[in-house]
């Protein structure tokens, strides 16, 4: 990629690259804020390495606290899903990863699809800036959103009808408690990319859009998922 000093003076001005990571989504994070793991933590080691600057790690139980992070100007880089609420804040990559958003429901339910709750009477939890909190605000027409620190917490608290979230920690939330259920199919794919703030230079965004393509076609980002032992899907090419 060529002399790649002014793209790390650009998009690490202190000399470090600092990273915010999100270990509220154990699909791209996991561990502690001391020893985080997961495929965000290997992307923003690369990206580290491409610029030969360390890396520091800002870690955070939420999205939105990440996406704080990266527009308060505490970090240099994040690890999001697009939505167009934060598209004006934030410069995206093209998505390396793609998750499923589902609901959960009791198995009482009467719905059998996620098209069957966007309804007057039916409440979903959901994680407080999340993605799918995002995408459902923009989409839902009839359906009331409850918000709370964790979509099922809030579930189970307020005896809702829904709870929404990612599949693979709502799937376990299933196995562990009986008498609930995942609805078949998805209501939203999450398209988690690597993003800056708008102002870093062309060059930069550049940079980062090109090396996301790379590992995604080397198989980098594979092997990232497979070692943490996460199933979620390598993005198609740009």
Do not use: W
């Given at each position: 990629?060529?002399?790649?000093?002014?793209?790390?003076?650009?998009?690490?001005?202190?000399?470090?690259?600092?990273?915010?990571?999100?270990?509220?989504?154990?699909?791209?994070?996991?561990?502690?804020?001391?020893?985080?793991?997961?495929?965000?933590?290997?992307?923003?080691?690369?990206?580290?390495?491409?610029?030969?600057?360390?890396?520091?790690?800002a870690c955070f139980d939420a999205a939105r606290?990440?996406?704080?992070?990266?527009?308060?100007?505490?970090?240099?880089?994040?690890?999001?899903?697009?939505?167009?609420?934060?598209?004006?804040?934030?410069?995206?990559?093209?998505?390396?990863?793609?998750?499923?958003?589902?609901?959960?429901?009791?198995?009482?339910?009467?719905?059998?699809?996620?098209?069957?709750?966007?309804?007057?009477?039916?409440?979903?939890?959901?994680?407080?800036?999340?993605?799918?909190?995002?995408?459902?605000?923009?989409?839902?027409?009839?359906?009331?959103?409850?918000?709370?620190?964790?979509?099922?917490?809030?579930?189970?608290?307020?005896?809702?009808?829904?709870?929404?979230?990612?599949?693979?920690?709502?799937?376990?939330?299933?196995?562990?408690?009986?008498?609930?259920?995942?609805?078949?199919?998805?209501?939203?794919?999450?398209?988690?990319?690597?993003?800056?703030?708008?102002?870093?230079?062309?060059?930069?965004?550049?940079?980062?859009?090109?090396?996301?393509?790379?590992?995604?076609?080397?198989?980098?980002?594979?092997?990232?998922?497979?070692?943490a032992k996460q199933d979620a899907t390598v993005?198609?090419?740009?």
């Amino acid at each position: 990629m060529g002399d790649l000093s002014a793209v790390a003076a650009d998009l690490a001005p202190t000399g470090t690259l600092r990273a915010s990571i999100n270990l509220g989504n154990p699909v791209l994070a996991h561990g502690t804020p001391a020893e985080p793991g997961g495929i965000t933590v290997d992307l923003a080691r690369e990206v580290a390495a491409r610029l030969a600057v360390p890396v520091a790690f800002a870690c955070f139980d939420a999205a939105r606290k990440s996406f704080e992070a990266l527009t308060s100007g505490a970090a240099d880089l994040g690890f999001l899903a697009i939505e167009p609420a934060r598209a004006a804040q934030v410069t995206f990559t093209a998505p390396y990863v793609l998750i499923e958003g589902v609901y959960v429901v009791p198995d009482g339910s009467p719905f059998a699809s996620p098209d069957d709750v966007d309804r007057p009477d039916v409440r979903i939890g959901v994680k407080q800036g999340s993605a799918y909190d995002l995408y459902l605000t923009r989409t839902l027409q009839h359906a009331t959103i409850v918000r709370g620190e964790d979509g099922l917490t809030a579930f189970e608290d307020g005896g809702l009808e829904v709870a929404a979230g990612i599949r693979q920690p709502l799937t376990a939330y299933v196995t562990a408690h009986p008498g609930t259920r995942v609805l078949p199919g998805r209501f939203m794919e999450i398209r988690q990319a690597v993003c800056t703030t708008p102002d870093r230079r062309p060059e930069t965004v550049a940079f980062l859009h090109d090396l996301v393509e790379e590992l995604k076609a080397t198989g980098f980002v594979a092997e990232a998922l497979r070692r943490a032992k996460q199933d979620a899907t390598v993005a198609a090419p740009a």
